[in-house]
Structures are given as structure tokens and as C-alpha cells.
């Protein structure tokens, strides 16, 4: 069974920084591509981060380049997103997400997701 686990939300203010952890079990993870989407209310879920299967490519909307950073670590089957510089429009759930042999970078080709952790950015 597979199981992607979020953690490290919370309120924060304005500038401040965050950073959230998905913990994987159940896929061989070091074969997957990791990405972080987001969802405000009333809103469509949206792509927020990729990283590829050996972490050696990264994409970012453009909405948080340059203020996030993903990565992660096979050997413990982590993924991590780094948010720094927070705007209130950063607020929304975080969703995990993992993609089989493609960029985690669209939902449709999504094969497992998180249950969400909840960041909420004050002004």
C-alpha cells in the first residue's frame, strides 16, 4: 500500500519560512519523480514543484521560483519543500504527489498523492 505522508504546515506571517516533508512508503521511491502542488480554496489544484528521480532536475511555477526549493533523499524515501520569502497568496493546502518515469509536474499523470498539510500564511 502506498502512503504519502505531509507534515510541516502551519501559520506562519508574512516573510517568514516553512518547510514541509512527504514521507513515502509502499513504491520503490528512487524510481519516481516528486513534485508539490497546491490548493487554495475555491481554487484548482496547481503545480507548485517537480524534482526528478535522482534529484538532478528541478522545476518551479513561476509563482514560487526562486522562493522554494524541493529536494529530497532516496535513502530515506523523503521529499521536501523549502518555502521561504511567504506571501499570503502561498496559502492553500500542500499536496505530495509522485509520478512513475514522468515529471511530476502535471495532475493527470499523478500516480499517488498526499492527504494535504494546511499552510496558512498571515498578512
Known amino acids: 500500500q502506498v502512503q504519502l505522508v505531509e507534515s510541516g504546515g502551519g501559520l506562519v506571517q508574512a516573510g517568514g519560512s516553512l518547510r514541509l516533508s512527504c514521507a513515502a512508503s509502499?513504491?520503490?521511491?528512487?524510481?519516481?519523480?516528486m513534485g508539490w502542488f497546491r490548493q487554495a480554496p475555491g481554487k484548482e489544484r496547481e503545480f507548485v514543484a517537480a524534482?526528478?528521480?535522482?534529484?538532478?532536475?528541478?522545476n518551479y511555477a513561476d509563482s514560487v521560483s526562486g522562493r522554494f526549493t524541493i529536494s529530497r533523499d532516496n535513502a530515506e524515501k523523503m521529499v521536501y519543500l523549502q518555502m521561504n520569502s511567504l506571501k499570503p497568496e502561498d496559502t492553500a493546502v500542500y499536496y505530495c504527489?509522485?509520478?512513475?518515469?514522468?515529471?511530476?509536474?502535471?495532475?493527470?499523470?499523478?500516480?499517488?498523492w498526499g492527504q494535504g498539510t494546511q499552510v496558512t500564511v498571515s498578512s
Open positions: 504527489a509522485a509520478a512513475w518515469l514522468r515529471t511530476a509536474q502535471d495532475r493527470s499523470i499523478i500516480n499517488y
Open positions: 524534482i526528478s528521480w535522482n534529484g538532478g532536475n528541478t
Open positions: 509502499g513504491l520503490t521511491f528512487s524510481v519516481y519523480s
